[in-house]
């Protein structure tokens, strides 16, 4: 296991095996590539401009985290556990958050784009600035908030999870 501890890593890639551990606390990574890597968990840590596509955050701890402007895409955050994370601005496109658990999260500014969300556990989840338009299973948003021109936007999506049946009037 690689732990980072106490440090502010800048522009840089790490030339550890993706299949090495890594866990990061009180740290601040701007521009750090994390690509295809395993995370166990992430601790007081502030990330600007990395890229985690590919990482795998599967059953990680993530507490009081706060990621800005980075790459998410196709990574794996299956029953993570997130406790005060802020996801803000960037880009998800394909990630997996089956069975996670969401404590206290807000994200904002980034469209979340195939984003498998079986069985997630949400409390306090704000998704009010966040591009949900693409979500497909919106009962997995239970525990979420969101504005109400998002609630028009996802409600024929949410017509048909309900199982009702919607048409035009005559």
């Given at each position: 296991m690689?732990?980072?501890?106490?440090?502010?890593?800048?522009?840089?890639?790490?030339?550890?095996?993706?299949?090495?551990?890594?866990?990061?606390?009180?740290?601040?990574?701007?521009?750090?590539?994390?690509?295809?890597?395993?995370i166990?968990?992430?601790?007081?840590?502030?990330l600007?401009?990395?890229?985690?596509?590919?990482?795998?955050?599967?059953d990680?701890?993530?507490?009081?985290?706060?990621?800005?402007?980075?790459?998410?895409?196709?990574?794996?955050?299956?029953?993570?556990?997130?406790?005060?994370?802020a996801l803000?601005?960037?880009?998800?496109d394909?990630?997996e958050?089956?069975?996670?658990?969401?404590?206290?999260?807000?994200?904002?500014?980034?469209?979340?784009?195939?984003?498998?969300?079986?069985g997630?556990?949400?409390?306090?989840?704000?998704?009010t600035?966040?591009?949900?338009s693409e979500?497909?299973?919106?009962?997995?948003?239970?525990?979420?908030?969101i504005?109400?021109?998002?609630?028009?936007?996802?409600?024929?999506?949410?017509?048909?999870?309900l199982?009702?049946?919607?048409?035009?009037?005559?």
């Amino acid at each position: 296991m690689l732990s980072i501890l106490r440090s502010r890593l800048s522009d840089c890639e790490l030339e550890v095996d993706p299949s090495v551990p890594i866990e990061v606390q009180d740290c601040e990574l701007t521009g750090v590539d994390l690509t295809g890597h395993r995370i166990t968990g992430l601790h007081r840590v502030r990330l600007e401009r990395c890229r985690l596509g590919g990482a795998d955050l599967g059953d990680a701890r993530v507490r009081d985290v706060e990621l800005r402007d980075c790459v998410l895409d196709l990574s794996v955050w299956r029953a993570a556990r997130l406790e005060r994370v802020a996801l803000l601005g960037g880009r998800v496109d394909g990630m997996e958050l089956d069975g996670a658990q969401l404590g206290d999260v807000t994200v904002a500014d980034v469209r979340l784009a195939e984003v498998s969300l079986d069985g997630v556990r949400a409390e306090r989840v704000d998704l009010t600035g966040a591009d949900v338009s693409e979500v497909r299973d919106v009962v997995a948003l239970r525990g979420c908030t969101i504005s109400i021109a998002q609630t028009v936007a996802l409600a024929a999506r949410s017509a048909r999870a309900l199982g009702v049946q919607v048409r035009a009037e005559a």
